[in-house]
Each structure stands twice: as C-alpha cells, then as structure tokens.
C-alpha cells in the first residue's frame, strides 16, 4: 500500500530555536485512504501535527512527504498552491460564509480556481448526495443545523477531490446524534471516494470510526492502537490507552 505521509524526525519549537518545543522528534507513516485519528490531551501537539502535515505552518526540523512531494522544501507559493490542490479542511466550527448559500460555500474552491460552472455542479451534485444534504444547497449556514453546517463544510473540503483531508475537532460543536452523523458521512468518504482522512479529536467514540489512531503526549508519538477491522474492538482499544495515559473514564483527554 502507498504511504500518502511520511514524518520522519519532526521538530516544532514556537518562540524561536529551543524556545517551547511543542513536537519533539515525531515520526509516522499514513497509507493512502485510511482513516486515522489523532488524540492526546491538551497542549500534547495535536494541532501544531495537522497545521504542520497540512503546510499551514512549518517545522523547525525534520522531513515531511505528502503524496511523494516534500512539503517541508516548499517555498510559500508553491505551499500555497499544495494547500489548494491536495488538501481538504474541516474545522470544529464550520467556518463557512454567512452570506454565501450552502451551494456557493461549497463551490467556492473551485470557483477560485476558474473551474467551469457544470464541472462544479456535477461535484456538487455527487458530494452531497453521500452527506445527505441535497435538499439544503439553496439555503443559508444559519438555516442549518450543526451536523448539516458540518457536513457542507465537509463537502467544500472535498470538492477539489483533495489527496488528504485534515479534520480538527470536527464533531467537538455537536450533539451525539449529529456527531455520529458526520462521522458515519466521513467513514462514508474515506470507503467510497478512497480519501486518506486524518482525524484530531479528545473523544473516544469519534475516534472509534476511524482505521488507526496515534497518541501524542508532550509532543511526542506516544503509541498507537487500531482494532483490526472492529469498530468495538478499537473502542476498547482506545478507551486502555486513555487509561494508560490519564483519560478519564467517559473515553476523553
Ligand atoms: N503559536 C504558538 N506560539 C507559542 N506556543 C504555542 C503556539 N501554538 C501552540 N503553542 C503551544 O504548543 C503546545 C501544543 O499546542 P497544540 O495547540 O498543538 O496542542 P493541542 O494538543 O492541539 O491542544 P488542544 O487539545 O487544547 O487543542 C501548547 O503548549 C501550546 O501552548
């Protein structure tokens, strides 16, 4: 299977050399199209990985490749046009345009780029049949729930059929029963569209969807767990390594 990223030594320090290091010699492997999460308690690291891996920020040391190409050498232009073309985001708060309806918020991406409208359309028409939000695409974002925002926002993550898609907390705003909505559409991409998902979040039963989940702690890979397959298992999985760590008993850092 290709390794979509490859981390090897990664070193962040935020307030100049040797300041604060808030990754300390991180490495790991993703392969292409699983589905991975990240937890580990607060202050461990988890954004500074995704804003680094996504070239949102840089490393101080060490190497990254994404899909073959090393993200660390990139210029900021180049970088910019990585961001563009081969990554997606999700954040915890949506973060659409208020004054865009569902459609354009999700075409944006592409409307930057000066693709052709019925290329758009047709995207537009796939992506949000699988999340399910079809009916909403002539409303507003304050028209919408929380798990309909979410899931738009997921769409106009994916409408540049981007190589990886980066998720910061994506359910952390949600009820349980939208949170498992969202999470369900996500699994939903990953198998259907063979988009490498990579996942950032403090609650167990979020991270139980995913294939793989790496703990960070100090800044440091601490250990990983996966389930084989099995949704229960991994809970569990899960649920011995936040023990481990200091998690609490209802499954979060
Ligand atoms: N821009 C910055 N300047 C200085 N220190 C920073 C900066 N961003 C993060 N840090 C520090 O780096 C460490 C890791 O932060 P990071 O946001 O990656 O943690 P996290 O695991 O995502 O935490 P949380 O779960 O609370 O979001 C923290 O101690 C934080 O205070």
Redesign the pocket.
Known sequence: MKNIVEVSRVTKE??GAGA?R?LNDVSLTIHEGEFVGIM??????????LHILSTIDGATAGNIHIDGRDITAMKEEEAAKFRRDKVGFVFQAYQLLDNMTVRDNIALPLSLNNVKASVILNGIDELTEILGIEEQLDKYPYELSGGQKQRAAICRALITSPKVVFADEPTGALDSKSASEVLECLKDINSRLGTTIIM?T?DAMAASYCDRILF?KD?RIHGEVDGDGDKQMLFANILNMLAVMGGSEHGRL
């Open positions: 935020y307030g604060y808030a580990g308690s607060s202050g461990s690291g988890k954004t500074t990985l950032v403090h960070l800044g």
